[in-house]
């Protein structure tokens, strides 16, 4: 089963591609809350996070929004069993029998719904957070956790942006979240006496046990269950060799990287003081943006 946050800035657009996508497919059957979807553009412009879940059979996506529910009615979701998540939760699109067997190539139906350009796709178990870096929302005791996330990344950004202490000392202003990402204003720093090319070492050893047969026993010796949001058994045989990876990249950059932000109007770098959640100033000797992290590829 895999768990994911996804932005969808027009859910119309999303509904059409996944139409695309199932136009010759048999047997497939999707229930939704018609209004919930189509008005989310007009009535709800705000929400552009939701919850992707999808497992062998089908998929769903879910809001967590109080406004949103209580505007829709019903009561707290429920677990098959009849017992409360204690949470809200609404689930607007459920789709059954989309795809079986084998779904672990990148040409799978599934891989192709998971990768629709029509969403950014982030995995559950690090949610984009306003202030920069990443939370844990696919589990833990606390069960408001979810509503909680998604009410905070859906209402509109306060003005305050660089740290939660204040703007850039010029007075300029960052969104949280730009019209454009990866953003050309945002990078991260690599200290020298880190090193990051040790994730080079970790996936040459996992080559090594692909050739040898080892395969899924080393991935669930590197990985624990839930890195990879899924508890299902042989969870090891459905990662695809470039989701392993990637999370193996990604847990580098993640634990190495420094988030540094370049200011538009004075060119002032901020970088993220390792352990906090606040940045410290450096300013050019000349002033002014000069796109030092924007992408010269």
């Not at 139409?19 to 705000?46: F, I, M, S, V």
């Not at 979701?77 to 190539?105: A, F």
């Not at 969870?235 to 999370?247: A, G, K, N």
Request: proline share 6%.
């Amino acid at each position: 089963m895999g768990s994911f946050v996804v932005r969808i800035d027009d859910m119309n657009a999303l509904l059409h591609s996944w139409d695309e996508l199932l136009r010759n497919h048999e047997g497939y059957k999707r229930t939704w809350n018609k209004d919930a979807c189509l008005t989310l553009n007009q009535k709800w412009p705000r929400i552009k996070f939701m919850y992707y879940c999808d497992d062998y059979d089908g998929n769903t996506i879910r809001i967590y929004d109080t406004e949103h529910f209580n505007h829709f009615g019903g009561s707290h979701y429920l677990e098959p069993d009849g017992h409360s998540k204690g949470h809200y939760e609404r689930v607007i699109i459920r789709g059954k029998n989309m795809w079986s067997g084998d779904q672990t190539n990148p040409d799978s139906l599934k891989e192709r719904f998971r990768n629709n350009p029509a969403w950014q796709r982030f995995r559950a178990k690090k949610a984009p957070l306003r202030t920069g870096g990443t939370t844990n929302i696919y589990d833990g005791p606390d069960r408001g956790v979810r509503l909680r996330y998604f009410e905070s990344v859906n209402q509109p950004p306060p003005k305050k942006i660089w740290t939660r202490k204040g703007d850039c000392p010029c007075g300029a202003e960052e969104p949280f979240f730009g019209p454009v990402s990866p953003r050309p204003t945002h990078g991260g720093i690599l200290r020298e006496q880190d090193d990051f090319h040790r994730a080079t070492t970790d996936i040459a050893a996992f080559f090594a046990a692909v050739q040898s047969g080892r395969r899924n026993a080393w991935i669930a010796q590197y990985f624990t269950h839930d890195e990879f949001d899924t508890k299902e058994v042989g969870w090891e045989s459905e990662l695809l060799d470039w989701d392993v990876i990637d999370e193996i990249i990604d847990n580098y950059q993640w634990r190495l990287s420094l988030p540094v932000v370049e200011c538009e109007k004075c060119g002032r770098l901020r970088v993220r003081i390792p352990g906090e959640n606040s940045y410290r100033s450096f300013s050019p000797d000349e002033p002014g943006y000069a796109g030092v992290l924007r992408s010269h590829q």
